[in-house]
């Protein structure tokens, strides 16, 4: 079984503490040079356990992998990218002093920081009555009062499960109390929550210079201490650790809440700009005090990552000021080259929000982002809008030999029918390339009106070619633009009814766009 480099050697019983008798399990108590005194908290990739290294006796926080890795080349990643994450140190990230596994499961020792995650802390301000609370009071409330989970039976009848409901009002952002809303929108919390993550980018700074990214910056995974001191843990192993282990299964692994649009499109030249993205996700969480991204099902969350933009913070917390709204969603921009370029970048910008500089970001412009529209447009539908511009065309083209062969009222107005047809085309056509329910009843509409005007136009052909005694071939030609339009019109109706599906869906996209907005 591996020990840590430089081990003392053990110290007698009578000096090793002694398991917390909150401390349960039956089979693993000691792992390695850890004894373990309770357990701090779970996730997606293990257990957390306080725990104590017997041979240099101080508190670690043990994380506690699984199962251990067996191919030699996930062994050789594994020590590459421990020694990396060994070299980081920094106030703002937790050390990591010891990583190893034995015949069973891997663990990572790391710092032991006394304080509760940024999650519980965001949580107990949401529910806050006092408008008074502030953000550090928060943490030591929960430092003060740890959270502990209530026991669970197994062998107990199953009771029915209740899914959430997939109501489209159940997408709505739950709405925060009058006393939360005041709270969020004091300048002294908005200056805390830049303090916090300004801190936490310059973390991050460090170790990117050193070639580490975190890749899993979420609120569960920054600390906050009893000084309110922020701290990052969980840097690149144990996300390095959750993806060999899938890597069979092809399985997107992590927290779709934030992760950036690059690591959802399963890009492989992810680099240290997806931190950025996700640490601007929860600058944008700490000031709007609710989840930056709104869904019901973990497919609908990836899709808005990768297809909508956030909705402005200001439009959350009215306290925030355009600077500051400039800063968060440069951050968080689905482009990633239109983030900062370093965490340092974005550390300075919220440096001059505190020290009341103008920034660097430029104002956020908030529109809908059509592309999954267009993404998902059937291809004939090109086809048919360019086929539309061309009958407007035509139509416009009539009006001159209208004009010159007018002798009565019913060649004026079919002439004046050509020419409004002709001009309300091209709006039409604009319309159904961008899938406007408007667009395409008018389109329907535009082509029988085309198709009456063609037979009135056939009729009108037969009739001058009457007069000026060359019958057989203006008939022809008259028959033929007749057929001509009228199969365009058939062919039209049918595209646009075969497209139905496609207009419905832009049409919920867009309702789904109007049920974001607050208010």
Known sequence: MPQPAGEQERPNESTVIQPSPTFTAE???????????????????????????????????????????????????FKREAQ??????????????????????SYIALEFIDGPPLRRVIDRLRSARNVELTLDNAVRESVSQPEVGSPQRFDEPTQEFVKASTDP??????????????????????????????????????????????????????LLDQECRIHIVDFGLARFYEDVTVTQTGQLVGTPMYMSPEQVSGRVDVDHRTDIYSMGLV?????????????????????????????????????????????????????????????????????????????????????????????????????FA???????????????????????VWDVAVTTGYLALGIASFPIGFGLLSARPWARSLGIAAFFSFGCLSSALSVWVVHVAMRIEERTGQIFVGVAFFAICAAAGFGACAMLYRARKWFHFAQQVRNEEVARKPG
């Open 283 to 383: 600058l944008y969480e700490l000031l709007a005090l609710c989840r930056p991204i709104v869904a019901s099902t973990r497919e609908e969350v990836l899709r808005q990552i990768v297809t909508k933009p956030l909705l402005p913070v200001s439009w959350r917390n009215s306290g925030v000021a355009n600077d500051l709204e400039a800063v968060v969603h440069k951050a968080t921009a689905r482009d990633p080259d239109e983030r900062y370029s370093t965490a340092t970048e974005f550390a300075a910008d919220l440096q001059r929000i505190l020290d009341r500089q103008p920034v660097q970001a430029r104002p956020y412009r908030y529109a809908l982002d059509e592309r999954e529209i267009v993404a998902a447009r059937p291809k004939p539908m090109i086809t």
């Open 386 to 408: 360019f086929a539309f511009f061309v009958c407007g065309i035509a139509s416009l083209m009539q009006v001159p030999f209208g004009i010159y062969y007018s002798a009565s």
């Open 27 to 77: 089979k693993w108590d000691q792992i390695g040079d850890f004894r373990i005194e309770r357990r701090l908290g779970a996730g997606g990739m293990g257990i957390v356990y306080q725990a104590r290294q017997l041979s240099l006796n101080r508190l670690v926080a043990l994380k506690v992998l699984g199962s251990a890795l067996n191919r030699p080349s996930d062994i050789v990643r």
């Open 84 to 105: 990396a994450i060994a070299r980081l140190h920094h106030p703002g990230i937790a050390e990591v002093y010891f990583i190893g596994q034995d015949s069973q499961l």
């Open 169 to 222: 009002k159940s997408k709505q952002p739950q709405v925060l109390s009058p006393e939360v809303l005041q709270l969020a929108g004091r300048e002294q919390h908005i200056r805390r929550c830049c303090e916090l993550v300004r801190d936490a980018a310059l973390a991050l700074a460090h170790a990117h210079e050193h070639g580490v990214v975190h890749r899993d910056i979420k609120p569960e995974n920054l």
